[in-house]
Protein backbone atom coordinates (compact mmCIF):
# COMPACT_ATOMS: atom_id res chain seq x y z
CA UNK A 1 0.00 0.00 0.00
CA UNK A 2 2.86 2.27 0.74
CA UNK A 3 4.60 1.89 -2.39
CA UNK A 4 1.39 2.60 -4.40
CA UNK A 5 1.34 5.71 -2.57
CA UNK A 6 4.72 6.28 -3.42
CA UNK A 7 4.04 5.68 -7.03
CA UNK A 8 1.53 7.58 -7.63
CA UNK A 9 3.06 10.76 -5.94
CA UNK A 10 6.24 9.92 -7.84
CA UNK A 11 3.92 10.13 -10.82
CA UNK A 12 2.00 13.41 -10.17
CA UNK A 13 5.35 15.38 -9.19
CA UNK A 14 6.85 16.16 -12.79
CA UNK A 15 3.06 18.00 -13.13
CA UNK A 16 3.75 19.83 -10.32
CA UNK A 17 6.16 22.39 -11.97
CA UNK A 18 4.25 22.30 -15.30
CA UNK A 19 1.06 23.55 -12.88
CA UNK A 20 3.01 25.80 -11.19
CA UNK A 21 4.56 27.23 -14.34
CA UNK A 22 1.45 27.46 -15.91
CA UNK A 23 -0.51 29.52 -12.80
CA UNK A 24 2.58 31.87 -13.28
CA UNK A 25 1.78 32.94 -17.31
CA UNK A 26 -1.78 33.13 -16.50
CA UNK A 27 -0.86 36.15 -14.58
CA UNK A 28 -0.72 39.26 -16.94
CA UNK A 29 2.16 41.52 -17.01
CA UNK A 30 1.40 44.95 -17.19
CA UNK A 31 1.46 47.25 -20.45
CA UNK A 32 4.54 49.23 -20.34
CA UNK A 33 2.71 52.70 -19.86
CA UNK A 34 1.69 51.39 -17.00
CA UNK A 35 4.88 49.92 -15.66
CA UNK A 36 6.41 53.22 -16.66
CA UNK A 37 4.13 55.23 -14.63
CA UNK A 38 3.72 52.95 -11.81
CA UNK A 39 7.26 50.82 -11.93
CA UNK A 40 6.04 48.61 -8.72
CA UNK A 41 2.67 47.53 -9.54
CA UNK A 42 0.32 44.57 -9.28
CA UNK A 43 -3.00 43.75 -10.59
CA UNK A 44 -5.44 43.88 -8.11
CA UNK A 45 -8.30 41.91 -10.44
CA UNK A 46 -9.45 41.60 -13.70
CA UNK A 47 -12.84 40.82 -15.36
CA UNK A 48 -14.66 40.85 -18.77
CA UNK A 49 -17.23 43.28 -19.36
CA UNK A 50 -20.19 41.89 -21.88
CA UNK A 51 -23.23 43.62 -23.47
CA UNK A 52 -26.07 41.33 -24.35
CA UNK A 53 -23.52 38.38 -23.84
CA UNK A 54 -21.30 39.86 -26.11
CA UNK A 55 -17.77 40.21 -25.18
CA UNK A 56 -16.91 44.13 -25.33
CA UNK A 57 -13.42 44.35 -23.63
CA UNK A 58 -11.58 42.77 -20.22
CA UNK A 59 -10.82 45.37 -17.99
CA UNK A 60 -7.69 45.30 -15.82
CA UNK A 61 -6.93 47.34 -12.57
CA UNK A 62 -3.08 47.69 -11.81
CA UNK A 63 -2.26 49.71 -8.43
CA UNK A 64 1.40 49.91 -6.10
CA UNK A 65 1.67 46.61 -3.98
CA UNK A 66 0.01 46.88 -0.33
CA UNK A 67 -3.94 47.36 0.33
CA UNK A 68 -5.99 49.50 -1.79
CA UNK A 69 -7.37 52.42 -0.29
CA UNK A 70 -11.24 52.28 -0.13
CA UNK A 71 -11.16 55.94 -1.39
CA UNK A 72 -9.41 54.41 -4.80
CA UNK A 73 -8.03 57.83 -6.05
CA UNK A 74 -6.02 57.88 -2.96
CA UNK A 75 -3.26 56.47 -4.54
CA UNK A 76 -2.27 56.19 -8.28
CA UNK A 77 -4.04 53.38 -10.47
CA UNK A 78 -4.12 52.50 -13.86
CA UNK A 79 -7.32 50.75 -15.74
CA UNK A 80 -6.70 49.18 -19.09
CA UNK A 81 -9.57 48.07 -21.31
CA UNK A 82 -8.24 45.34 -23.70
CA UNK A 83 -10.83 45.83 -26.57
CA UNK A 84 -12.44 42.53 -27.85
CA UNK A 85 -14.24 43.98 -30.76
CA UNK A 86 -13.74 47.11 -32.92
CA UNK A 87 -15.75 50.12 -31.61
CA UNK A 88 -16.38 54.08 -31.97
CA UNK A 89 -14.16 56.65 -30.12
CA UNK A 90 -17.02 58.50 -30.59
CA UNK A 91 -19.37 55.69 -28.72
CA UNK A 92 -17.45 55.09 -26.17
CA UNK A 93 -17.07 59.14 -25.12
CA UNK A 94 -20.83 59.27 -25.38
CA UNK A 95 -20.96 56.10 -23.23
CA UNK A 96 -18.55 57.06 -20.97
CA UNK A 97 -20.71 60.60 -20.29
CA UNK A 98 -24.12 58.52 -19.75
CA UNK A 99 -22.05 56.19 -17.15
CA UNK A 100 -20.52 59.43 -15.17
CA UNK A 101 -24.32 60.90 -14.81
CA UNK A 102 -25.00 57.86 -12.43
CA UNK A 103 -22.67 59.28 -9.67
CA UNK A 104 -25.25 61.92 -9.11
CA UNK A 105 -26.30 65.21 -11.29
CA UNK A 106 -23.84 66.76 -13.81
CA UNK A 107 -23.91 70.01 -14.95
CA UNK A 108 -24.39 70.31 -18.92
CA UNK A 109 -21.51 72.63 -19.66
CA UNK A 110 -18.81 69.89 -17.26
CA UNK A 111 -20.73 67.17 -19.57
CA UNK A 112 -19.74 68.45 -22.54
CA UNK A 113 -16.41 69.84 -21.71
CA UNK A 114 -15.77 66.24 -20.50
CA UNK A 115 -17.42 64.90 -23.58
CA UNK A 116 -14.88 66.61 -25.72
CA UNK A 117 -11.73 65.26 -23.78
CA UNK A 118 -12.92 61.92 -23.88
CA UNK A 119 -13.50 62.42 -27.87
CA UNK A 120 -9.77 63.61 -27.95
CA UNK A 121 -9.03 60.53 -25.62
CA UNK A 122 -10.52 57.48 -27.36
CA UNK A 123 -9.67 56.79 -30.76
CA UNK A 124 -11.59 54.21 -32.76
CA UNK A 125 -10.76 50.59 -31.37
CA UNK A 126 -10.38 47.31 -33.11
CA UNK A 127 -9.82 43.40 -31.33
CA UNK A 128 -6.63 43.30 -29.27
CA UNK A 129 -6.43 46.84 -28.97
CA UNK A 130 -6.15 48.70 -25.88
CA UNK A 131 -7.37 51.93 -23.66
CA UNK A 132 -5.69 53.08 -20.21
CA UNK A 133 -6.28 55.65 -18.33
CA UNK A 134 -3.72 56.59 -15.33
CA UNK A 135 -5.02 58.25 -12.14
CA UNK A 136 -2.93 59.94 -10.18
CA UNK A 137 -3.81 61.07 -6.29
CA UNK A 138 -3.24 65.00 -7.48
CA UNK A 139 -6.30 63.89 -10.13
CA UNK A 140 -4.29 63.91 -12.88
CA UNK A 141 -5.66 61.32 -15.49
CA UNK A 142 -3.69 60.40 -18.71
CA UNK A 143 -5.02 58.06 -21.34
CA UNK A 144 -3.18 56.15 -23.98
CA UNK A 145 -4.26 54.21 -27.15
CA UNK A 146 -2.00 51.19 -27.31
CA UNK A 147 1.11 52.77 -24.96
CA UNK A 148 0.71 56.09 -27.29
CA UNK A 149 -0.68 59.55 -24.94
CA UNK A 150 -3.66 61.08 -26.30
CA UNK A 151 -5.07 63.29 -23.81
CA UNK A 152 -4.82 64.33 -20.21
CA UNK A 153 -6.48 66.62 -17.48
CA UNK A 154 -6.03 67.90 -14.05
CA UNK A 155 -9.55 67.76 -12.86
CA UNK A 156 -10.45 65.33 -9.61
CA UNK A 157 -13.75 65.42 -9.91
CA UNK A 158 -13.50 63.93 -13.58
CA UNK A 159 -11.15 61.20 -12.03
CA UNK A 160 -13.29 60.36 -9.45
CA UNK A 161 -16.39 60.17 -11.94
CA UNK A 162 -14.25 58.63 -14.81
CA UNK A 163 -12.66 55.77 -12.99
CA UNK A 164 -16.09 55.47 -10.70
CA UNK A 165 -17.75 53.87 -14.16
CA UNK A 166 -15.71 50.60 -13.00
CA UNK A 167 -14.81 51.67 -9.05
CA UNK A 168 -17.59 53.06 -7.44
CA UNK A 169 -20.62 51.41 -6.08
CA UNK A 170 -23.02 53.19 -8.22
CA UNK A 171 -21.26 51.45 -10.93
CA UNK A 172 -24.06 49.82 -13.75
CA UNK A 173 -21.43 46.68 -14.07
CA UNK A 174 -21.34 45.34 -9.98
CA UNK A 175 -19.96 42.23 -11.09
CA UNK A 176 -17.03 43.85 -12.74
CA UNK A 177 -16.35 46.05 -10.28
CA UNK A 178 -16.42 43.03 -7.60
CA UNK A 179 -13.57 41.19 -10.12
CA UNK A 180 -11.57 44.53 -10.74
CA UNK A 181 -11.58 45.39 -6.90
CA UNK A 182 -10.70 41.40 -5.98
CA UNK A 183 -11.40 40.47 -2.49
CA UNK A 184 -9.64 43.33 -1.19
CA UNK A 185 -12.89 46.14 -1.49
CA UNK A 186 -16.01 44.73 -2.35
CA UNK A 187 -18.04 47.07 -0.31
Known sequence: MKRRALLLLA???????????????????????VREALPDVRLVGAGEFRFFGLSVYEARLWAPPGPLDPDYLRQPLALELRYARTLKGESIAERSVEE????????????SEWLALMRRAFPDVSAGERLTGLSEPSGR???????????????????????????????????????????????
Open 11 to 33: AGMPALPLAVHAQAQMRPAPPPE
Open 100 to 111: MRRAGPLDEGRA
Open 141 to 187: VRFLHNGRPTAETQDAEFARRFFGIWLAPSTSAPALRRQLLGPELRT
